[in-house]
């Protein structure tokens, strides 16, 4: 099983923000994370499909998403989600929705990858880093996307069902 | 007196199976567990063991028995080929493993009950009038999941 030193900006001590959803830690380096915003300022009028309402970045506006811990997609906020990410793309952002968002020092830890028997060829989780407690999963903002963009394209189902990825 | 050469596996419920004496390295006791997103229902956490994140695999709800309480993990080590570096993984046990004596006039037909067990199972012993599986470890933890496997994707509304 392979371990690799997780340094997303290539210096020693690089930040890395940290998306707590649910008891998810999901990790992205810090550059991939344009803007914070309260969940309560979130435009909540007229929805895209699957997204729980929109936030304004660059004289544009762009969707925002509820995700589980399983990264599945909800329709209806808990009340724990207080804050807004802003994700950026390729092309575009989109906002994710989630508990708390802090910024840590990476230092020693060994990035692992997600062991072969668990790993879907799709998943936006690219590793896992252990720290302290916790289980870092380290994820990039463009395969998250197209993980959403996947579940969007289904019919919308009357309860959290199990599809494929 | 038999030699002991295989330890059996208690998933929950009647769902059993045995790895080889050798195979089984360590027995932990209400593991610390990390769940992963976008994995397959039966795999979805994983162990740190010794510096190594290990798979966590529930064999019971693989071949689709009654989730179960599972309080201790097996760590299990197996090779891909002979002579290569072992790799490890972990699974989820009701109960700690029992020892076992086994020989090849024990030989059965895997259980009917499940589909996956041929996928899983190197070949099958009868034990006390029911048929044990024994798992091919190097399968179970060096193949991807399968597109069908239960991976929770869907689209939650509430």
């Known amino acids: 099983m392979s371990t690799l030193r997780f340094d997303p900006s290539g210096a020693a001590n690089a930040s890395a923000t940290v998306l707590k959803i649910d008891g998810l830690d999901l990790l992205f380096q810090q550059s991939d994370i344009r803007a914070l915003e309260s969940a309560s300022n979130l435009d909540r009028n007229a929805p895209r ?45 989109i906002g994710v929705i989630c508990d708390d968002v802090s910024i840590i020092k990476l230092a020693a830890g060994q990035r692992h990858e997600v062991p072969i028997a668990m790993k879907d060829a799709e998943t936006p989780i690219l590793g896992l880093l252990p720290s302290g407690d916790r289980l870092l999963c380290i994820g990039d903002p463009n395969r998250l996307a197209a993980c959403i963009e996947r579940q969007t394209r289904k019919p919308s189902l009357p309860e959290e069902s199990q599809c494929l990825a | 007196m038999s030699r002991m050469n295989a330890w059996l596996l208690d998933f929950g419920g009647d769902c059993r199976a045995a790895v080889g004496a050798r195979e089984l390295l360590h027995l932990v006791d209400t593991p610390v567990t990390f769940a992963v ?122």
């Open chain 2, 37 to 158: 997103p976008c994995t397959p229902e039966y795999c979805r956490r994983v162990v740190l063991w010794q510096e190594r994140l290990l798979p966590v695999m529930d064999i019971a709800t693989r071949v689709g028995a009654q989730p179960r309480k599972a309080p201790f993990l097996a760590v299990i080590g197996y090779q891909r080929q002979r002579g290569e570096y072992p790799q490890f993984g972990a699974l989820a046990l009701s109960s700690p493993p029992r020892q076992l004596a086994v020989n090849d006039e024990q030989t059965c037909r895997l259980p009917d009950e499940s589909g996956a067990w041929p996928e899983l199972a190197i070949s099958c012993f009868e034990h006390q009038g029911a048929p044990v599986p024994v798992l091919n470890l190097s399968r179970i933890f060096s193949s991807a999941p399968h597109r069908d496997a239960g991976f929770t994707q869907g689209i939650a509304m509430s």
């Open chain 1, 49 to 93: 499909e699957n997204s729980v309402g929109w936030t304004s970045y660059m004289r544009q506006r762009w969707p925002v998403y509820c995700l589980s811990d399983q990264l599945d997609l909800l329709s209806v906020v808990p009340p724990s989600r207080r804050t807004c990410a802003l994700l950026a793309l390729e092309a575009g952002y």
